[in-house]
């Protein structure tokens, strides 16, 4: 079974400051998808940024990207030039190659301070 | 566009009592996933369903079912309420199954069991 990691539980950070969360997992596949997904408090649950396991360039969003190492299995996720909307719960989640069950860690609550 | 809509958006019950929740995916898509979200924790995947067939099954007791209607709207049933029963419930709907789809999530329906 996949299991995911978020190892901080909170963050804390200056508006326009970079920031990144951690994230680990731990599968025996060799094709999935790893997503971050960030939660403001109106619940609904957002796609930040995907990456593609065979991928070895890591993905980049506008001012989100990622740094997938395959082989530690690790996936962080970088903010740049944070700002105030950026301020949320921020789920890092593991999905199978063929299936959309998703495995989620639990979360880093993100704040932004003005 | 509307996006994935979940109703109602909270309702209280009480142990033992039986409960539905609805979820109507985005125009066009056929898959549907069912996640329970227990305050403080990442979401657990519950139930996959593609063209009204299940596709995936998580965890959870036989207590959880659910269907999918020739419109691709869903409905999740969970029997005898029990108090871990309380959590947020989202429902995510993709155009077809497989990994790679992104999953779009709705805002949720609060459950609060007593």
């Known amino acids: 079974a996949q299991t995911v990691t978020q190892s901080q539980p909170e963050m804390s950070v200056q508006e326009a400051e970079t920031v990144t969360l951690s994230c680990t997992y731990d599968t025996s596949e060799n094709n999935y998808y790893l997503f971050w997904y960030k939660q403001p408090p109106s619940r609904q649950m957002i796609l930040v940024i995907r990456?593609?396991?065979?991928?070895?360039q890591n993905a980049t969003e506008n001012r989100f990207s990622v740094n997938f190492q395959k082989a530690a299995k690790s996936f962080s996720l970088k903010i740049s030039d944070s700002q105030l909307g950026d301020t949320a719960m921020y789920f890092c989640a593991f999905g199978p190659w063929v299936a959309q069950k998703l495995v989620f860690g639990q979360g880093t609550r993100l704040t932004i301070n003005p | 566009d509307a996006g994935v809509t979940q109703s109602p958006t909270h309702l209280i019950k009480t142990r033992g009592q039986h409960v539905t929740l609805r979820c109507s995916p985005i125009s066009g898509h056929k898959s549907v996933s069912w996640y329970q979200q227990v305050l403080g924790q990442g979401p657990q995947f519950i139930f996959q369903y593609y063209e009204k067939e299940e596709r995936g099954r998580g965890n959870f007791p036989d207590r959880f079912s659910a269907r999918q209607f020739p419109n691709y709207s869903s409905e999740l049933n969970v029997n005898a309420l029990l108090l871990g029963d309380s959590a947020l419930y989202l429902c995510?709907?993709?155009?077809?199954?497989?990994?790679?789809?992104?999953?779009?999530f709705g805002d949720g329906t609060r459950l609060s069991i007593l």
């Open positions: 995510a709907s993709s155009l077809i199954a497989g990994g790679d789809q992104p999953q779009h």
């Open positions: 990456q593609e396991a065979y991928k070895q």
